[in-house]
């Protein structure tokens, strides 16, 4: 398992260089975009972690059945995009009552 973890933080540092020089090269193309990058360093993290859950849930395994892991990451996917949706306009509403 240590060795999984390993390549996986190595495999996924190699995708974010890979995807910081696309951005860099694009940057006049979704500069005005920006503000919805931010929120992807935390989701990526989320996703590992939720992977990693999943996997310790059975027992280092795939669930036999590929509708069960579909399953599986479609409801942890509604889920994490329910509760980012439910803070985002919390704290929407929360500045603006503020301010």
């Given at each position: 398992?240590?060795?999984i973890?390993?390549?996986?933080i190595?495999?996924?540092?190699?995708?974010?260089?890979l995807?910081?020089?696309?951005?860099?090269?694009?940057?006049d193309?979704?500069?005005?975009?920006?503000r919805?990058?931010?929120?992807?360093?935390?989701?990526?993290?989320a996703?590992?972690?939720?992977?990693?859950?999943?996997?310790?849930?059975?027992?280092g395994?795939?669930?036999?059945?590929?509708?069960?892991?579909?399953t599986?990451?479609?409801?942890g996917?509604?889920?994490?995009?329910?509760?980012f949706?439910?803070?985002?306009?919390?704290l929407?509403?929360?500045?603006?009552?503020?301010?």
């Open positions: 398992m240590l060795r973890n390993i390549l996986t190595a495999g996924t540092g190699l995708l974010m260089l995807a910081g020089v696309l951005l860099f090269v694009l940057q193309s979704i500069g005005q975009y920006r919805f990058f931010l929120a992807v360093p935390p989701l990526g993290v996703a590992y972690v939720f992977v990693f859950n999943v996997f310790q849930h059975y027992n395994q795939l669930p036999e059945r590929p509708w069960q892991t579909l599986e990451v479609l409801a996917t509604a889920i994490a995009a329910g509760v949706f439910v803070f985002s306009v919390l929407v509403v929360a500045i603006n009552q503020l301010k």
